[in-house]
């Protein structure tokens, strides 16, 4: 990589590192591995820096970067046998907060993560159905359809809270 | 939805370690490192693979089935270097690559014996081992059939039940002049292809002291042609013993019957003429006639006395008039071997103006030779220890007249053997696992 760039590349991470780690936590529940996630996708990121600084939107293609790499890390030989979590269960999720709410963040790590990671991406990141088919590199049709599979089952985790919200 | 998200419990962010940005920029040259690395080590998995793949994808397809060689258009074609010693050169067997321009042995055998019986194909550029010459046991003898077409194999060394004749366009062998084992020596085809005149001996033979069929046919051996159309052979009347024959353009036979004589007549009576020889000289064996009858050739050494006891011995090639008369014969050529005739006025041979020596044409009238083609030079066989020696050499009569010489180019030894592709497809596999083994060691060091 050219000087130039690394250099352009360092000014994005320092200016963007806590809000992709802040992504990466909303996707996967936990600090150490956000930052184990974010680390992974600058990383890759350098390597696509002069597409990704080419490409009208950096932080669109940081994202996608992102969402990858935690889908893959899920789908990966260690996550599927390492389940962090229990299985997604129809009960509704137990640790409820002291005020009755249920913890959003359980109840996420119990869905799968491509649905985790529409929920996050259109209700935590604020983007579009459009937005986010980019970031996941799937159709609009597909994140719709995904989106309200995801409320559906968390729907079954959290009956009252998600009854209420919407 | 949007509400229950950002209300929703979260740990508090905890700071970005110190000097996250370094470690993040320093792991991503790492990684830009490590691809480069994997991608050279798979481009070098792929160039190393692709020839195996090449090779291997024509013999997965044709399995290894032997599909008859077209003869190559147009004439035979002499390279004007000779391809160096190789050990991927197929056997005609595995693939037959059509009739040959010529036959040759080729080889060293000082500390480790690599010798190859070689096919040179009509067009100049494909070679093929001959290895059922190469395996058998013994002494062997071979001849060329004149359109090149036919390699018919003997050994020399023992008594044998016929002669094994090789079709260089299919690689298939039959055996012919079927009889009780007995000494057999090929030693001309007739013009047409069609007769193969041969010494038979029922003596003892022994190679160790030197009584080869060759040997024993000088004494006693008794000559006779087999029409190998029909599989018949007849003994030629008065033709014993045997130093040596050749057939004349009008089928008739010349037989050198003694030290100092040849006999000259039909294949099937007595002889019409008896020519007289220098103690020495030797009938040239299937090629000694010229193309219009006119002369006879016969070969000998011929020693020089350069004064102060100093004497050189020069091999040469001497002409004769096989009308016994005293018609006017070209002047004897200085020549290693005769191997052909390109016209009645002249010869191919092969001469030694340099190591290992090169195939020449003479003009009969006196011009200087022309050398055509040269065998490569240098050491070139065991291991690059020992320079490679030519001998046996036959050339397909029948495709001299016509012959055309070129630069030689790309050769074709045919696919590379199994062996081969198996030391190639390891030696692949090892780089390719020893690349992925590199770039996994970078990728497991810490950051």
Same mark, same amino acid.
Not at chain 1, 24 to 46: E, F, I, K, P
């Given at each position: 990589?050219?000087?130039?760039?690394?250099?352009?590349?360092?000014?994005?991470?320092?200016?963007?590192?806590?809000?992709?780690?802040?992504?990466?936590?909303?996707?996967?529940?936990?600090?150490?591995?956000?930052?184990?996630?974010?680390?992974?996708?600058?990383?890759?990121?350098?390597?696509?820096?002069?597409?990704?600084?080419?490409?009208?939107?950096?932080?669109?293609?940081?994202?996608?970067?992102?969402?990858?790499?935690?889908?893959?890390?899920?789908?990966?030989?260690?996550?599927?046998?390492?389940?962090?979590?229990?299985?997604?269960?129809?009960?509704?999720?137990?640790?409820?907060?002291?005020?009755?709410?249920?913890?959003?963040?359980?109840?996420?790590?119990?869905?799968?993560?491509?649905?985790?990671?529409?929920?996050?991406?259109?209700?935590?990141?604020?983007?579009?159905?459009?937005?986010?088919?980019?970031?996941?590199?799937?159709?609009?049709?597909?994140?719709?359809?995904?989106?309200?599979?995801?409320?559906?089952?968390?729907?079954?985790?959290?009956?009252?809270?998600?009854?209420?919200?919407? | 939805?949007?509400?229950?998200?950002?209300?929703?419990?979260?740990?508090?962010?905890?700071?970005?370690?110190?000097?996250?940005?370094?470690?993040?920029?320093?792991?991503?040259?790492?990684?830009?490192?490590?691809?480069?690395?994997?991608?050279?080590?798979?481009?070098?998995?792929?160039?190393?693979?692709?020839?195996?793949?090449?090779?291997?994808?024509?013999?997965?397809?044709?399995?290894?089935? *032997?599909?008859?060689?077209?003869?190559?258009?147009?004439?035979?074609?002499?390279?004007?270097?000779?391809?160096?010693?190789?050990?991927?050169?197929?056997?005609?067997?595995?693939?037959?690559?059509?009739?040959?321009?010529?036959?040759?042995?080729?080889?060293?055998?000082?500390?480790?014996?690599?010798?190859?019986?070689?096919?040179?194909?009509?067009?100049?550029?494909?070679?093929?081992?001959?290895?059922?010459?190469?395996?058998?046991?013994?002494?062997?003898?071979?001849?060329?059939?004149?359109?090149?077409?036919?390699?018919?194999?003997?050994?020399?060394?023992?008594?044998?039940?016929?002669?094994?004749?090789?079709?260089?366009?299919?690689?298939?062998?039959?055996?012919?002049?079927?009889?009780?084992?007995?000494?057999?020596?090929?030693?001309?085809?007739?013009?047409?292809?069609?007769?193969?005149?041969?010494?038979?001996?029922?003596?003892?033979?022994?190679?160790?002291?030197?009584?080869?069929?060759?040997?024993?046919?000088?004494?006693?051996?008794?000559?006779?042609?087999?029409?190998?159309?029909?599989?018949?052979?007849?003994? *030629?009347?008065?033709?014993?013993?045997?130093?040596?024959?050749?057939?004349?353009?009008?089928?008739?036979?010349?037989?050198?019957?003694?030290?100092?004589?040849?006999?000259?007549?039909?294949?099937?009576?007595?002889?019409?003429?008896?020519?007289?020889?220098?103690?020495?000289?030797?009938?040239?064996?299937? =090629?000694?006639?010229?193309?219009?009858?006119?002369?006879?050739?016969?070969?000998?050494?011929?020693?020089?006395?350069?004064?102060?006891?100093?004497?050189? =011995?020069?091999?040469?090639?001497?002409?004769?008039?096989?009308?016994?008369?005293?018609?006017?014969?070209?002047?004897?050529?200085?020549?290693?071997?005769?191997?052909?005739?390109?016209?009645?006025?002249?010869?191919?041979?092969?001469?030694?103006?340099?190591?290992?020596?090169?195939?020449?044409?003479?003009?009969?009238?006196?011009?200087?030779?022309?050398?055509?083609?040269?065998?490569?030079?240098?050491?070139?066989?065991?291991?690059?220890?020992?320079?490679?020696?030519?001998?046996?050499?036959?050339?397909?009569?029948?495709?001299?007249?016509?012959?055309?010489?070129?630069?030689?180019?790309?050769?074709?030894?045919?696919?590379?053997?199994?062996?081969?592709?198996?030391?190639?497809?390891?030696?692949?596999?090892?780089?390719?696992?020893?690349?992925?083994?590199?770039?996994?060691?970078?990728?497991?060091?810490?950051?």
């Amino acid at each position: 990589m050219r000087a130039e760039d690394e250099d352009a590349y360092v000014e994005y991470v320092r200016g963007r590192a806590l809000a992709l780690r802040r992504t990466a936590y909303h996707l996967c529940g936990d600090w150490h591995d956000a930052h184990d996630l974010v680390q992974a996708a600058l990383v890759r990121l350098y390597r696509y820096w002069g597409r990704a600084r080419a490409a009208d939107a950096p932080d669109a293609y940081a994202r996608r970067i992102l969402v990858n790499v935690y889908l893959q890390q899920r789908r990966s030989w260690w996550a599927r046998r390492v389940v962090p979590v229990a299985e997604p269960r129809d009960a509704p999720a137990a640790d409820a907060g002291s005020d009755g709410r249920l913890d959003l963040m359980a109840a996420l790590a119990r869905i799968s993560p491509g649905q985790r990671a529409v929920l996050v991406l259109r209700y935590w990141e604020g983007l579009d159905v459009a937005e986010t088919a980019a970031a996941l590199g799937c159709s609009a049709g597909t994140v719709k359809s995904q989106t309200a599979y995801a409320i559906a089952a968390l729907r079954r985790l959290m009956p009252d809270y998600v009854g209420r919200a919407e | 939805m949007r509400e229950l998200f950002a209300t929703a419990v979260r740990e508090p962010e905890p700071p970005l370690p110190p000097r996250f940005v370094e470690e993040v920029v320093a792991a991503g040259r790492r990684s830009v490192r490590r691809r480069r690395a994997a991608a050279a080590a798979a481009a070098a998995v792929v160039v190393l693979a692709l020839p195996f793949t090449a090779a291997v994808t024509p013999a997965l397809r044709g399995g290894h089935r *032997v599909a008859p060689a077209a003869p190559a258009p147009g004439p035979a074609v002499l390279p004007d270097r000779f391809a160096p010693y190789s050990v991927l050169t197929r056997d005609v067997a595995d693939r037959p690559a059509g009739p040959a321009v010529m036959i040759y042995r080729y080889g060293s055998g000082e500390l480790v014996n690599q010798w190859q019986s070689l096919a040179l194909g009509a067009d100049g550029r494909t070679y093929r081992r001959v290895g059922a010459d190469e395996d058998r046991d013994g002494v062997q003898g071979w001849l060329l059939s004149p359109d090149g077409t036919t390699v018919v194999l003997t050994d020399v060394s023992r008594r044998i039940d016929g002669f094994t004749l090789v079709d260089l366009r299919t690689g298939r062998e039959r055996v012919v002049a079927r009889a009780a084992p007995t000494g057999l020596l090929p030693l001309a085809f007739s013009a047409d292809g069609r007769r193969l005149a041969y010494a038979v001996v029922d003596g003892a033979l022994d190679p160790i002291i030197s009584d080869t069929v060759r040997d024993v046919a000088t004494r006693s051996g008794v000559l006779r042609v087999l029409d190998l159309t029909t599989g018949e052979s007849r003994p *030629v009347p008065g033709a014993t013993p045997v130093l040596g024959a050749a057939f004349a353009p009008d089928g008739r036979l010349a037989v050198q019957t003694g030290p100092t004589t040849i006999r000259v007549g039909p294949v099937d009576g007595p002889a019409t003429v008896t020519l007289t020889v220098r103690d020495g000289q030797r009938l040239v064996d299937g =090629v000694a006639w010229s193309p219009d009858g006119r002369f006879l050739a016969v070969a000998g050494l011929v020693t020089s006395f350069l004064g102060n006891g100093e004497y050189e =011995v020069r091999p040469e090639v001497t002409f004769v008039d096989p009308t016994g008369g005293a018609g006017p014969v070209p002047a004897p050529v200085e020549a290693e071997q005769l191997l052909g005739w390109r016209a009645p006025d002249r010869v191919l041979a092969r001469t030694s103006t340099t190591e290992p020596g090169e195939i020449s044409e003479i003009p009969l009238d006196g011009g200087r030779p022309t050398v055509l083609a040269r065998f490569p030079g240098g050491s070139r066989c065991e291991y690059r220890s020992q320079p490679c020696i030519v001998y046996d050499l036959r050339l397909a009569s029948g495709l001299v007249p016509a012959l055309t010489v070129r630069p030689a180019g790309d050769v074709d030894r045919g696919p590379w053997p199994a062996w081969f592709l198996l030391v190639l497809a390891g030696s692949a596999v090892g780089v390719g696992l020893l690349g992925f083994a590199l770039v996994s060691a970078r990728r497991r060091r810490p950051a």
